[in-house]
């Protein structure tokens, strides 16, 4: 006789769990963004120092099984929370250097899925890569790339006539077409990952749905400055 072996407890998540889930990963990829993007500006080190802190808050959780999910979810989480505070806080200046740094947890998100090991949060990890790579495209494909280290480069209150040269850049017919077409494609992709149904699928739908609202707000701010 064939063993089969009983699903997880994640895999057995009611519709609820599920939904829990998929606002926990909006959550884990918008509103860090906007704690992380100051705090790694003006105190470094201080962040990527609570990489730890996510660290152990992931360990503890995943030890038990009634929270387990939401650790596996916070070990995703770490490796974003990781790049982040490497990037922006000493690489911020080079672009190219963006996804490759954001790509650090990679190796072990990958080995982690062969080994039916953190599915959750492997798969919310490489949601958010996913997004990441799509809007990073969008910059080399609008050539918008140089006032990314114009912005890099200046003072705060000198930022808005960069950011003004950028949007006219974006309003060209290509740059309006390519939004519009990569947005499809998040929006696509979203969806179908939350149609799959199962925690990890929704997980990874909505760190990548989720790419859509922070660079929309990313983009109002622009607007506005």
Not at 113 to 131: D, H, V
Request: with cysteine; glycine share 6%.
């Amino acid at each position: 006789m064939i063993a089969v072996s009983e699903p997880s407890f994640v895999e057995r998540s009611a519709p609820p769990r599920a939904l829990l889930i998929f606002g926990a990963s909006v959550f884990l990829v918008s509103v860090p963004v906007f704690f992380e993007a100051p705090l790694v500006r003006s105190l470094p080190l201080l962040s990527l120092l609570l990489t730890s802190v996510w660290i152990w808050a992931s360990i503890s959780l995943s030890a038990k099984p009634q929270t387990k999910h939401w650790g596996e979810l916070l070990t995703g989480f770490t490796w974003t929370w990781l790049a982040g505070s490497l990037y922006w806080g000493w690489m911020r200046w080079e672009p190219t250097l963006h996804l490759p740094i954001e790509a650090i947890g990679l190796p072990i998100a990958l080995w982690g899925l062969r080994k039916n090991w953190c599915k959750l949060g492997n798969f919310f990890y490489l949601g958010s890569l996913f997004g990441t790579a799509v809007t990073d495209f969008y910059f080399y494909l609008t050539d918008l790339i140089p006032y990314w280290r114009k912005l890099m480069q200046v003072e705060p209150d000198a930022v808005q006539p960069i950011f003004q040269q950028a949007l006219m850049q974006m309003y060209t017919p290509a740059g309006i077409f390519w939004v519009i077409s990569l947005a499809a494609l998040l929006l696509s992709v979203g969806i179908l990952s939350l149609r799959a149904r199962t925690p990890h699928w929704v997980a990874f739908g909505g760190a990548v749905l989720s790419t859509i609202l922070v660079d929309s707000l990313f983009w109002v701010a622009a607007t506005l400055a």
